[in-house]
C-alpha cells in the first residue's frame, strides 16, 4: 500500500513537473508553484511547444509581456528561443515571489522584469513603455477569458504597448463557448486547437 501511495505522488509529481522544450534552456526543469497557491493553470508542455513552433521568427530578438505569468513557462520558453527581453505580470504576490525565484535560477534576471499587478490596471495606469512590445502572451483564467480578452486588447492598442507587427498570442479554453470576441482592430492570423485548449494568433489590422 505504501509503495501505491508512493508511485500516485510520483506520477502526480512528473505530470506537474515542466521542462523547457527548446532553445538555449532546453531540458530545463521549472519549479513548480507552491501548494498555497490557487487558480494557475499552466500551459500544458504539447501545446507551448506547438505555440512556438507556429511562433517561429517572430520569438527571436522579440520584447515579449506575458499578461498572467503564472509559472512564467510561456515567456521563459520565449526567453530561451531568442527572444531579447521580458516584461512578466501577475496579480499574485506569491506568484510574483516565485517568478522572481525561477528568473534568478535560471540566470535571466538582467532580461526580465516581474511586476505583480492585475494585468487590466496594469496596462491601463502604467506610462506608455518605451519600447514597444513585438510578442503578448494573453492566458488569463478560462473563466474570466470571455469577460476580459476584448478589454485587454484594446487597452494594448490604447496605451502604445505594441509594436505595429506586434502579435497577440491568446489561449482559452473551448468548452466556454465561441472563441473570444478580438473586435474589427484585430486580424486571426490562425487559430488552432489542442484538446479543449483554442489559442488565436492575433495581428493588428491595417488603419
Not at 515571489?97 to 540566470?107: P, V, W
Not at 532580461?111 to 502604467?126: K, Y
Request: proline share 7%.
Amino acid at each position: 500500500m505504501l509503495l501505491a501511495l508512493h508511485r500516485r505522488r510520483t506520477s502526480a509529481k512528473l505530470r506537474t513537473m515542466q521542462r523547457i522544450g527548446s532553445g538555449t534552456l532546453r531540458g530545463r526543469v521549472l519549479r513548480s508553484l507552491p501548494a498555497s497557491v490557487g487558480g494557475v493553470r499552466p500551459t500544458g508542455s504539447r501545446v507551448r511547444g506547438a505555440i512556438f513552433d507556429r511562433l517561429q521568427a517572430d520569438v527571436r530578438g522579440a520584447t515579449v509581456l506575458d499578461l498572467f505569468a503564472g509559472t512564467g513557462a510561456l515567456a521563459i520558453e520565449a526567453l530561451s528561443r531568442g527572444a531579447a527581453r521580458a516584461t512578466l505580470v501577475d496579480v499574485q504576490p506569491a506568484v510574483a515571489r516565485f517568478l522572481q525565484e525561477q528568473i534568478r535560477e535560471l540566470a535571466l534576471a538582467d532580461r526580465v522584469t516581474v511586476v505583480r499587478a492585475d494585468a487590466g490596471e496594469f496596462l491601463r495606469r502604467s506610462p506608455r513603455p518605451a519600447t514597444p512590445h513585438d510578442l503578448v502572451l494573453l492566458d488569463p483564467p478560462y473563466d474570466e477569458t470571455h469577460a476580459q480578452v476584448p478589454a485587454l486588447l484594446a487597452a494594448l492598442l490604447s496605451g502604445g504597448w505594441l509594436t505595429p507587427e506586434a502579435l497577440v498570442v491568446c489561449e482559452y479554453d473551448r468548452s466556454h463557448g465561441a472563441p473570444p470576441d478580438n473586435g474589427p482592430a484585430w486580424i486571426c492570423e490562425a487559430r488552432r486547437t489542442y484538446g479543449q485548449t483554442g489559442v488565436d494568433f492575433l495581428r493588428r489590422a491595417a488603419p
